[in-house]
């Protein structure tokens, strides 16, 4: 008597976990090369070979060398294995729901200082690179640019709870927040002059609140 035989049932959900992690395979792979070589020098197929897959699959998981560095900055951004609005960030949303701007101030500061020892890696790759790609030079200036409009939305949000210095607007503020937030600061101050991420976040939230607030 011939058997029937058997269909296997299509595992979806496996299916998307395995998906999932070799994406993550690729862009672990992806920073450890950007970091040790450089942009210009590491190839997808680098890449590829770094994280054991073919070089179709870096492209049909991620896409171009450019879409990996940007998910990479975005990832480093938000602290997770994917992209998250800023509005969803757990930490912005903690500022938002506090009523105080100094521990306003406190709270965003230690988030920066969590963002840059991910991110100012990164960072530094991505601005060399920058100066001899012209897709990656207009990456540079849309996080610079998306940077500056979030900043303007806490600044916002600072003025309304009534404690700005007198003579110091959103705008002001804003701008200040967005200078002094950038990793090339934390850099010099961290890599340059040896000061730990502790001392940065510590000075960063205090700087804020002198230049910032009432007394």
Do not use: C
């Not at 991505?126 to 600044?155: C, G, Q, S, T």
């Amino acid at each position: 008597m011939k058997r029937t035989p058997v269909k296997r049932r299509y595992d979806a959900a496996g299916r998307q976990r395995a998906a999932e992690q070799t994406r993550i395979a690729i862009l672990h792979a992806a920073r450890r090369l950007f970091l040790a070589r450089g942009y210009a020098r590491t190839t997808v197929a680098d890449i590829a070979g770094e994280a054991e897959v073919a070089v179709d699959t870096v492209y049909a998981s991620i896409g171009t060398k450019q879409a990996l560095m940007q998910t990479l900055v975005e990832h480093a951004i938000s602290g997770l294995d994917r992209a998250v609005p800023a509005e969803e960030r757990d930490y912005v949303r903690a500022i938002r729901a506090e009523p105080d701007a100094r521990k306003k101030l406190a709270l965003y500061a230690h988030a920066i200082r969590q963002v840059h020892e991910r991110l100012a890696p990164l960072t530094e790759v991505l601005k060399a690179a920058a100066a001899a790609d012209e897709d990656l030079a207009r990456l540079w200036k849309k996080i610079a640019d998306r940077r500056a409009a979030n900043m303007r939305l806490f600044a916002a949000d600072l003025e309304a709870t009534g404690q700005l210095r007198e003579g110091v607007d959103v705008e002001e503020a804003a701008d200040v927040i967005w200078a002094t937030n950038a990793t090339e600061l934390y850099v010099l101050l961290v890599d340059g002059r040896g000061w730990s991420p502790d001392k940065f976040e510590v000075w960063l939230a205090g700087a804020w609140m002198r230049l910032l607030l009432r007394d």
